[in-house]
Each structure stands twice: as C-alpha cells, then as structure tokens.
C-alpha cells in the first residue's frame, strides 16, 4: 500500500451521490403497472463503478450498499449485502474486459451478474422460507439490462465531466 | 497530476476479501432470522436511510399539500359540512358507546372476569416509499420516540392493517395483514367461529385457515379480531368472507376475505396501545 499516496481521489462524493439517487430510485413509487418491473438501480450503479473504478469501489463499498439497501426495503439483513458483494468481485474481477465491449455485449454480462446475483438472494430467501413469488421474480432482471446502455452512458459522462478517477 | 493506479496492490486477495464478506452476510442473516440482536443495528442504520426515505416521500406529501391549499372555498364548505354531520352521529354513538362500556365492566366485575379497558391511539402517517416487492410493507412516520413497539398493532378507520415489525427511532415499519407472512387470529362476528386469517401476497385477499366443510360460514359474513393471542385488541373489524368453497374431496373448506381496511389507499393509520390497565388508563383519561 506504499502506492496510496501517488493516487489523487478526487470528487468522490460523484460515486456516493449516484448511490443514493440509486437508492431512492429503489425506494421510489411507482404505479402499480410498472411496479414489478422496476430496475435493480442499486447494482446496475455498484456494476459501473466497480468497472470503471475498480481501486476505489470493490467487494467491501458493495457490500455496505448491500446493507444499506437491506435496511431500506426491510429484508434480512445480509441478504442483498452478500449478492452485492459477490457482484462487486464479478465486476472488479472482469472489468478490464468487459469495459471494452460494446454496449449489447456489455448488457447481456450485467445481465448474468445481476441473475448471479438474484439467485443468490432466491435461494437464500428459499433456506429463510420466505414465500415465492412466482416468475414476477425475475421482472426486474429483464428491465436492468434493457437499462444498462442508458445507465452506462449517464454514469460515464459524469465520471468524465468531474474526471472521478 | 498522477493517475497511476497500483497494479500489483498488496493486502489481501480478493477472493479471501469476498470470503470474509460471504461469511459476515451469513452470520448476519442467520442471527436476524433467528434473534432479536439485530434489531439495534437495523433502527441505527434505518436512522441513516431516512432521510433517503424523507425525501422520495416527498413529492407525494407536496403533491397532497398543494391539492389541499388550492382547493375551492365551496370544497372545503361542502366537506366541512358533512365532516360536521359525521362528527356529530358518531358522538351520539359514543354516547351510547361510553353507557355500554361502563356497563359491560360492570357486568364483568360481577363475573369476577377482569376488566378490560379502553385503548390509546395514535396517529400516524404512511410514507409513500416502496419496500421490496415481494413483501407487502409500509413505513411509517412514527418511531421509538413516540412509543411506537415491535408487534404493535396498526388500524385505519374501517378495520385492522397490520403490525409493527421494526421499529427505528423516528420511523417504523409495519408487515400489512395481507401478506403472506402474517397471520391474525380472527372470529365470525356473527357466530363467534374461530379462525387464523393469514394474507396471500394479493393486494386485496386473505384466505382463512383450516375451516372445516361443515363449518357455518358463508359470504358475506364480517370477520373481527378475536384477541386470542394478545396481539390484537378484540373486535376490531378484519374482513368480510368473499367466497366459500366446498370440496368434497379435501379436509377443509377454502374460504377468502377482503380486507376492510383501505390497505392500498390509507394515507394515515392509527397506531394502538392495547388493553393498559384499568387504573392507568383512568389517569390518562383524567389527563385528556
């Protein structure tokens, strides 16, 4: 860690801001059409940032934001920290390759990290003997990656914008 | 100007990083399912989440807010008037309502039965946050502070909602009676049958437990908190039986309720000390 100083961090309140706009978004209501079908705004926020920054974003920030949106929506707690963590080292692991892919490309490996990740919390929901949904389950998966492009671009523009390395 | 970013970190490896993670979460999971040790974190950080929670809600508030300024001078005239009428036919019925108790305390003093007292409220609001969609929770605005207790039970005008199921300082949240974790013991208020009506996860729908085919029920009929179990008050109203099915073929009949409690549109909800004893609550009629 003798390193640490040589790197500049620099407006990292642009990663907790986008958080916590993620975190409303998930908290946020929405008509009762739409409902099943809202995005996992918090991981596909962590996935970018564990992307595009790996050093300052990793397993131990994924599993805090895990926690914190354990608490906002009332479930176990430790039951979305731990998919975000294992998401968190997905992204961290792979980011080198998939930064370069195109957008669809890059969809579609969100896409497998969120389902990782929503399997996860359904089998531990399944030892916790919570009851089934049902196939509404896995609503906001098809939602996420449709959204990714769009949350890629967003994000990337601003980490540009105010140069968050 | 250095962006150099380390490539060769030194510290532990990321899988030995996950592992520890992996093994937190579990030992987390395990003690809040099965213990209440967790419940001091949860309201710590769930006191950090709120103004996250403060501020989704608050559009809607301001949205409710403006239609209750901007509305009509004649609007307001008109609701004043019937509130005034509906004010003053249910003071007619407390009146009655106030002989009938003093007299049934009586009565069961006689009975050398203990006496049951009346209960105190609170008001409080729902905050229009989304929890997570398989659960049918909501949050609301009165905490710890204000006395709020885990496994209280919630009301709206028409019938009972639900209970409290964490309670953080400033705010709380409560399970509704419709989903598919709860259950409330219940009783027909026509025959005094006895049932546990538990929610299915439907926005609208309970389902009574182990009836048998022969029992006297039939759509139509209210059902009301029975009280056994000590969780909820008696007599509150729940629901009304929507449809009795009969099979032949299987043990019980399959009956549904509708909750006649406004779970879906309910702004405010009244929150509920049940039965304080007797001497107590004389003290804090005497205070009101």
């Known amino acids: 860690m003798s390193m640490k100083p040589l790197i500049r961090h620099n407006n990292g309140w642009i990663i907790v801001v986008s958080m916590i706009v993620a975190l409303m978004l998930t908290s946020m209501p929405l008509p009762e059409i739409v409902q099943n079908w809202r995005p996992a705004w918090a991981l596909l926020v962590l996935i970018y940032w564990c ?72 089998l531990v929901r399944g030892i916790a003997d919570i009851s089934d949904v049902g196939v509404v389950y896995w609503a906001p998966l098809v939602a996420s990656i449709m959204l990714w492009p769009w949350v890629f671009i967003i994000l990337r523009d601003l980490r540009r914008k105010a140069r968050v390395y | 100007m250095s962006v150099i970013k380390p490539l060769f970190v030194k510290g532990p490896s990321s899988v030995a990083r996950l592992c520890v993670f992996l093994l937190i979460s579990a030992l987390a999971m395990v003690v809040d399912v099965r213990y209440q040790h967790m419940e001091t974190i949860r309201s710590v950080l769930s006191l950090a989440m709120y103004p996250i929670q403060y501020v989704v809600n608050a559009p809607v508030s301001a949205v409710h807010w403006m239609s209750d300024s901007l509305s009509s001078r004649q609007a307001l005239l008109e609701e004043n008037t019937k509130l005034r009428q509906q004010n003053l036919m249910l003071r007619s019925q407390a009146q009655r309502f106030a002989s009938l108790q003093t007299e049934n305390s009586r009565l069961r003093e006689l009975l050398d039965s203990s006496v049951r007292a009346g209960e105190r409220v609170l008001v409080a609001d729902l905050l229009a946050v989304e929890l997570a969609l398989t659960s049918r929770h909501v949050v609301l605005n009165k905490g710890a502070q204000q006395g709020v207790f885990l496994g209280q039970p919630i009301l709206d005008a028409d019938g009972v909602m639900g209970q409290i199921i964490h309670v953080n300082p400033i705010s709380s ?116």
């Open chain 1, 51 to 122: 992307m595009a920054l790996p050093h300052r974003v990793g397993i131990g920030s994924g599993w805090l934001f895990g926690l914190c949106v354990d608490v906002l929506q009332g479930s176990m707690l430790g039951q979305h920290a731990m998919g975000f963590a294992v998401v968190a080292f997905i992204a961290t692991t792979v980011h080198q390759r998939i930064r370069v892919f195109p957008l669809w490309q890059q969809s579609l490996i969100v896409g497998a990290m969120l389902a990782i990740e929503m399997l996860l919390t359904y």
């Open chain 2, 173 to 288: 949240t409560a399970m509704l009676i419709t989903d598919p974790e709860h259950a409330i013991p219940v009783q027909v208020n026509r025959n005094g049958l006895r049932a546990v009506a538990t929610g299915t996860g439907k926005a609208n729908e309970l389902e009574l437990l182990h009836i048998p085919n022969n029992a006297d029920i039939k759509a139509g009929d209210l059902i009301v908190s029975s009280g056994m179990g000590g969780r909820f008050p008696v007599g509150y109203p729940v629901a009304q039986i929507l449809s009795v099915t009969v099979d032949p073929s299987q043990p019980y009949a399959r009956v549904t309720a509708v909750p006649r409690a406004k779970l879906m549109r309910a702004r405010e909800v009244l929150l509920v000390w049940p039965e304080e004893p007797l001497d107590q609550n004389l003290v804090s009629q005497a205070d009101d």
